[in-house]
Every structure is written in C-alpha cells, then in structure tokens.
C-alpha cells in the first residue's frame, strides 16, 4: 500500500471516528435537558395540577435520542456492557481478535437486520407524516421513528473504524 493511500485511508477512518464522536457528545448533553424537563414535568403535575402531553413525549423523544445516536459513541469509547471474564486479563492482540470477531459477526449482520427490517417501517412513517395519537402530543413521530435508521446507521460507521483499528492492531509484531 502507498504512503498516500494509507494517509488517506487514516484520514477517513479519523473522519468515521470524529462523526461519532462529535454525535455522541452532542446527544449526551440531551440528557441534562431531559433530566431537567423531567423535573419540570413533576413540579408542574404535581405542584400546580398542569401537564401537557407534548411535554412528555417530548421527554421520550429526548430519551430515545440520547440512547439510539450515542450507542455508537458508547461502542467507540468502550462504555458498551461486555462480559470481562475472558477479556479482561487479556493481551491487546487477544482483545482486537475478540472485538473483530464480534465486530464482524454480531454487530454488522445485527446493524444490517435492523435497516432492512426498519427501512419500510420508517418510510411508512415518512409517508403520513405520521403523528402523535394523543391529542395535544407532538406531531413529530417520523422523525422519532427515523432513529430506527440512525441507530444501525452510526454502528455500521463505527463497526467499520473498530474493524480497521482491529485489523491494524493485529497486524502489528509484539
């Protein structure tokens, strides 16, 4: 592989990691937001007898932003649930060969199943434009639907740096 070819190849992966990244902690400062809204909520149900429907979904929305963009931000800092028992101990090459291992067999097939499978259920949404079914709720629900697409989405991005950097690591002498 040339010089040039490599760089470019850093510069992509580089890319790849800094759009998840930078997703990543922007959606991680949604959960402040949701926490205060939350507390909002509480204090006007059950302190002045108000509520709007809005309010609420709209702290579902939150949450399921937070948890469906920054999953991949999770993957990439290693903040992701893993049974340690046998990884933990482990040499830095046993660890690329486990995370590429999973990397290639569960999470591609696993972000892939969720496209092809949410592609029609989103596109349905899409269609309708789709909205709350609650009277006075949001009339955003397509879009909530659409993190169904983003979330297997950032995981493929990030699936494909993790393979590299794996692939990268094994590849080195020890």
């Known amino acids: ?29 949604l959960t402040l937001f949701m926490v205060l809204l939350t507390f909002s909520i509480v204090v006007m149900r059950y302190g002045f007898n108000l509520g709007w429907i809005w309010l609420q979904e709209g702290v579902t929305y939150l949450h399921a ?3 469906m963009v920054a999953a991949a931000w999770a ?18 090459r046993y ?31 899409w269609e309708t434009m789709e ?8 009339p955003l629900v397509f879009l909530l639907k659409s993190l169904i697409l983003v979330l297997p989405a950032l995981l493929l991005l990030q699936s494909w740096s993790t393979a590299r950097s794996c692939i990268r690591q094994l590849g080195k002498d020890d």
Do not use: C
């Open 95 to 125: 660890k690329s060969m486990v995370n590429l291992a999973g990397t290639l067999l569960f999470l591609v097939p696993f972000s892939l199943f969720l496209i092809i499978i949410g592609w029609n259920y989103v596109a349905a949404s």
């Open 1 to 29: 592989m040339g010089l040039e070819q490599a760089a470019n190849q850093t510069v992509q992966q580089d890319l790849a990691a800094r759009i998840i990244s930078i997703t990543g902690r922007g959606v991680a400062w």
């Open 131 to 138: 909205a709350s079914r609650e009277a006075g709720g949001l």
């Open 65 to 67: 932003t937070v948890f």
């Open 75 to 92: 993957f990439q800092t290693d903040d992701h649930v893993r049974v340690d028992i046998f990884y933990r101990g482990n040499s830095p």
